[in-house]
């Protein structure tokens, strides 16, 4: 290969790639989509330690033990883990680029929730972050994580590092 070559720059073929697949969801994960439709944020709590998992889920993953009672309904506001700037456009994602792909851990929750920031330069998004979510209009929910189109940022003083450093 000659130099000049080797300087051109390399293009970028678009190729759709679409992936069907049937989703069998459980009681665990349809209860957790079916509030979704509602507008709610349901987690499960672990009888062993008391850890609330979001979404729910049919047993802990730590102590293999059946997670049961009453679900635990979590706010639509929590604290940015960590992000990542993202420059390449998604079909499914309706924000100018750059974006920032988000996780969250809601007020409450001890687990995090992978998501999207809108509202936010990707100057300022940063680890602590306070957000909320933007829902998308009512009369268009489904049972659907889909339901909540962004976080943005509250306005309010940072989470410490103390307070979410295990969920990095």
Excluded at 38 to 67: A, E, N, T
Aim: with cysteine; aromatic share 8%.
């Amino acid at each position: 290969m000659s130099e000049s070559e080797e300087r051109k720059p390399v293009e970028v073929l678009r190729t759709p790639v679409v992936l069907d697949y049937t989703y069998s969801a459980g009681q665990s994960s349809s209860r957790h989509l079916r509030a979704f439709g509602k507008g709610k944020l349901l987690g499960q709590r672990c009888p062993v330690d008391g850890r609330v998992y979001f979404p729910s889920r049919g047993s802990c993953p730590q102590h293999g033990v059946p997670i049961e009672g009453e679900p635990v309904e979590l706010p639509d506001r929590g604290t940015i883990v960590t992000y990542s700037v993202n420059r390449v456009p998604s079909e499914n994602i309706d924000l100018e680029l750059p974006y920032a792909a988000i996780q969250v851990l809601l007020d409450g929750a001890d687990t995090i929730l992978f998501h999207v920031l809108g509202e936010s330069s990707i100057d300022d998004v940063h680890m602590g972050m306070r957000v909320e979510a933007v829902w998308k209009p009512e009369e268009e929910w489904d049972d659907s994580v889909a339901n909540i189109r962004y976080f943005r940022p509250t306005g309010e003083p940072d989470t410490p590092f103390d307070q979410y450093k295990e969920h990095i």
